[in-house]
Nanobody
Framework: VQLQASGGGLVQAGGSLTLSCASS????????AAWYRQAPGNQRELVAL???????NYADSVKSRFTISRDNAKNTVYLQMNSLKPEDTGVYYC?????????WGKGTLVTVSS
């Protein structure tokens, strides 16, 4: 079972990026999924979560700027990030429930320059 995150990169403050997280290698669907991030020297923190039915929850720091969404047919979750700030810099990880087990994907680096 694998969660593959992609879409990170370098962007200027105020810019946008979209991250993708695709699951593969399992006969089970991707159920609830979440994006976490970890800035240098900080603990990993929850950014956004989405249930299979589409209910969402966001960290206060990203509300109104980030949108988590999903395509169940593709077992893929997305994170649209707008109005990026330097403090959004970090490694972004996806975390997903596949067959009632939670898996981590490898992170993708997002760097926001001021």
């Amino acid at each position: 079972v694998q969660l593959q995150a992609s879409g990170g990169g370098l962007v200027q403050a105020g810019g946008s990026l979209t991250l993708s997280c695709a699951s593969s290698g399992s006969t089970f669907n991707l159920n609830a999924a979440a994006w976490y991030r970890q800035a240098p020297g900080n603990q990993r923190e929850l950014v956004a979560l989405i249930t299979r039915g589409g209910s969402t929850n966001y960290a206060d720091s990203v509300k109104s700027r980030f949108t988590i969404s999903r395509d169940n047919a593709k077992n893929t979750v997305y994170l649209q990030m707008n109005s990026l700030k330097p403090e959004d810099t970090g490694v972004y990880y996806c975390n997903g429930d596949i067959g009632s087990m939670w898996y981590w994907g490898k992170g993708t680096l997002v760097t926001v320059s001021s």
